[in-house]
């Protein structure tokens, strides 16, 4: 079993940045890829950003050149969002992947004036 912890998230207004950080603890893989999913209301999750322990990266197009995920460690996560649009209001949820996927609990981001 993996647990994860998020930190992170909040009100701010469009064309701010947040940081959200995201700790694994149990059985944890040296090999495993970590990211961040959003859902929004009235929405599917998707796709925001992953990494792989061998830091290869994948960013969806709608954050590409805003968003920055780096892991410092295979049990850490984190996403530098920047120019935050209100689009990007949704709630941001951890993911642990290998061999299963595991998910956090989700942070609040909320992007508005």
């Known amino acids: 079993q993996v647990q994860l912890v998020e930190s992170g998230g909040g009100l701010v207004q469009p064309g701010g940045s947040l940081r959200l950080s995201c700790t694994a603890s149990?059985?944890?893989?040296?090999?495993?890829?970590m990211g961040w999913y959003r859902q929004a209301p009235g929405k599917q999750r998707e796709l925001v950003a992953t990494?792989?322990?061998?830091?290869?990266t994948m960013y969806a197009d709608s954050v590409k050149g805003r968003f920055t995920i780096s892991r410092d460690n295979v049990k850490t996560v984190t996403l530098q969002m920047n120019s935050l649009k209100p689009e990007d209001t949704a709630v941001y949820y951890c993911?642990?992947?290998?061999?299963?996927?595991?998910w956090g609990q989700g942070t609040q981001v909320t992007v508005s004036s």
């Open positions: 993911n642990y992947r290998y061999n299963a996927n595991y």
């Open positions: 149990g059985s944890i893989s040296s090999i495993n890829t």
């Open positions: 990494i792989s322990s061998g830091r290869r």
